[in-house]
């Protein structure tokens, strides 16, 4: 079976904070969509001939404050264990 997704060799952090470990090997098809949809920045990563990658035209979304909490949230909590983590 063909992949949809092909990411470029080596290992690939997509989202922020997070370690490199996506490659080829590890990601499907649903989870390339799902990924690409919540962090089209990583567009980049894949394989330039693969024509699905290419983000569609459309409007950014807003982010609310409550979305902005969240993610400041997440990062806290990403950085607390990080240094907890480190001193061990």
């Known amino acids: 079976m063909t992949k949809k997704y092909n990411l ?3 290992k690939h ?4 904070g997070s370690p ?3 490659d080829n ?3 499907s098809d649903d989870e390339a969509e799902w990924y690409l949809e ?3 920045h990583i567009a980049g990563l894949f ?4 024509a699905q990658v290419q983000p569609e035209q459309q ?3 807003e982010i609310t404050e409550a979305d902005r909490a969240e993610q400041l949230d ?3 909590t990403f950085l607390n264990h990080y240094s907890i983590t480190q001193t061990r």
Do not use: M, N, R
């Open 8 to 10: 470029k060799p080596g």
């Open 13 to 16: 952090q997509f989202a922020p």
């Open 20 to 22: 490199a470990i996506h």
């Open 25 to 27: 090997d590890s990601l």
């Open 38 to 40: 919540k962090y089209p």
């Open 47 to 50: 394989d330039e001939s693969d």
């Open 59 to 61: 409007s950014i979304p």
């Open 74 to 76: 997440e990062y806290i």
